[in-house]
């Protein structure tokens, strides 16, 4: 079956430091790939998204994702982050992209705090 | 970017009685709209599609009759809990698709409270 696994349920991290979010999958198909951020009281926003090509993806604000066929990871990371980036993250399998838009499964969400 | 928008953001309800809960795209027409509901501490679920003019098509384990959808026109698709109960009470969140592969645009949730 299908499932997403993120690792960590919150991650704690300092202004300014590096940040790397787990996400792993399971999926017989070539996956379609997302990543999510969702602020206090707003709605999910997308960062970036993987279809094929290029196995580093770049997002919106400063993130990039690697996917790893070998290691069927998709991790987020940036190498700065900001207070402002304390949010909740959640990673994404897209099933059978080309028919319904909306099959994704969805992790449990890693949820980033950011000390001053 | 795109905008949807959801209502209401919470809503407190007795056992038996039903919710509205309006999904709206503001400046797109959207054909298609899809329903998530996500438990604590867990992930978000597709409960269903929601098309316009047509019958809503649901994921394998949700009730249509407790449940209702209706996609009454290109803006705007809502879900009914009828016959609320606390096992219903669960953060419901809606999302349309508009321009290319990937565009998926979410609403802000509803988080149901059921006494």
């Known amino acids: 079956a299908q499932s997403v696994t993120q690792p960590d349920i919150h991650i704690t991290v300092s202004e300014g430091a590096s940040l790397e979010l787990r996400c792993n999958y399971s999926?017989?198909?070539?996956?379609?790939l997302f990543w999510y951020v969702q602020s206090p009281g707003q709605g999910l926003q997308l960062l970036l998204k993987?279809?094929?090509?290029?196995?580093l993806v770049q997002g919106i604000k400063g993130f990039e994702a690697e996917f790893k066929r070998s290691q069927s990871s998709f991790n987020l990371r940036k190498p700065s982050v900001h207070w402002s980036d304390a949010a909740e993250y959640f990673c994404?399998?897209?099933?059978?992209?080309?028919?319904?838009?909306?099959?994704?499964?969805f992790g449990k969400g890693t949820k980033l705090s950011v000390k001053p | 970017g795109a905008v949807v928008s959801q209502h209401p953001s919470w809503v407190i309800c007795k056992s038996g009685t039903s919710v509205k809960i309006e999904c709206r795209s503001l400046?797109?027409?959207?054909?298609?709209m899809f329903w998530y509901r996500q438990f604590p501490k867990q992930s978000l679920m597709l409960m269903a599609t929601?098309?316009?003019?047509?019958?809503?098509?649901?994921e394998q384990g949700v009730e249509k009759d407790k449940f209702l959808i209706n996609h009454a026109s290109l803006t705007l698709s809502t879900l009914t809990v009828t016959s609320a109960h606390p096992e219903d009470s669960s953060f419901y969140i809606c999302?349309?698709?508009?321009?290319?592969?990937?565009?998926?645009?979410f609403g802000s949730g509803t988080q149901l409270s059921v006494l």
């Open positions: 999302s349309a698709p508009t321009g290319g592969a990937g565009k998926l645009f």
């Open positions: 999926y017989g198909a070539t996956p379609y």
């Open positions: 993987y279809f094929s090509g290029d196995t």
């Open positions: 994404a399998v897209g099933l059978n992209y080309g028919g319904s838009q909306g099959n994704l499964i």
């Open positions: 400046d797109f027409q959207a054909t298609t």
């Open positions: 929601s098309n316009e003019g047509s019958k809503a098509t649901y």
